[in-house]
């Protein structure tokens, strides 16, 4: 059974960075986009960051010259490059992986960041 491993996650003070990273635990189906949503308690999950398979990458406004998201496609890696991070980032983070005949998401890593 594929299941999604994250890290990076923790706490900063604003200002500061954070790697968040993912891989699915085996690669047993195709990849056709990686990327990350990011949820607020009591409030929708929200979409960030994205890298499709030809490397075209899509972020949200917030948080666009500020995070960079990358692949490791020899080891189906997904990262996330968090800089300059503000206290609204603070949420939990999740990582989607589509393949061509599912999604997968991972677990969800708490990101903070302090004022």
């Known amino acids: 059974q594929v299941q999604l491993v994250e890290s990076g996650g923790g706490w900063v003070q604003a200002g500061g960075s954070l790697r968040l990273s993912c891989r699915p635990s085996?690669?047993?189906?195709?990849?056709?986009?990686m990327g990350w949503f990011r949820q607020v308690q009591g409030k929708p999950r929200e979409f960030v960051a994205r890298?499709?398979?030809?490397?075209?990458?899509n972020y949200t406004d917030s948080v666009k010259d500020r995070f960079r998201i990358s692949r490791n496609k020899a080891r189906d890696t997904v990262n996330l490059q968090m800089d300059s991070l503000k206290p609204e980032d603070t949420a939990v983070y999740y990582c989607l992986i589509k393949s061509r005949v599912r999604d997968y998401w991972g677990p969800g890593t708490q990101v903070t960041v302090s004022s």
């Open positions: 890298i499709d398979i030809d490397g075209s990458t």
């Open positions: 085996r690669t047993t189906f195709s990849i056709v986009t």
